[in-house]
């Protein structure tokens, strides 16, 4: 392991993609249909974690994952913001 990276990035390394795509898929429905605040503390769990992730990989994305990353996590926080409200 390189001094650099962090060992939760290399647990969720050996994580299947599947597994994790589908408990992101769950939290983001959870969020939507969960009424009032709970849904949107959901969500914004979700997005706290994304910006998290996003922080790390950032330096190797390419411009346009960046901007679509960036896309995704403001709908996804303006839709959590919704819901607060």
């Known amino acids: 392991m390189q ?3 962090s060992p939760v990035l290399s647990r969720l390394a050996r994580l299947n993609s599947t597994t994790v795509f589908l408990a ?3 939290l983001v429905l959870v969020g939507l249909f969960v009424p009032g605040a709970a849904g949107g503390v959901v969500l914004l769990a ?3 974690g994304l910006v998290w992730l996003m922080t790390v990989t950032w330096p ?3 411009p346009t994952t960046r901007v679509l990353r ?3 996590l403001t709908l ?7 819901k607060l409200l």
Do not use: E, G
């Open 46 to 48: 979700l997005a706290a």
């Open 3 to 5: 001094r650099t990276q």
């Open 24 to 26: 992101a898929l769950v």
């Open 60 to 62: 190797v994305q390419s």
């Open 76 to 82: 996804l926080i303006a839709i959590a913001l919704a």
């Open 70 to 72: 960036l896309l995704m």
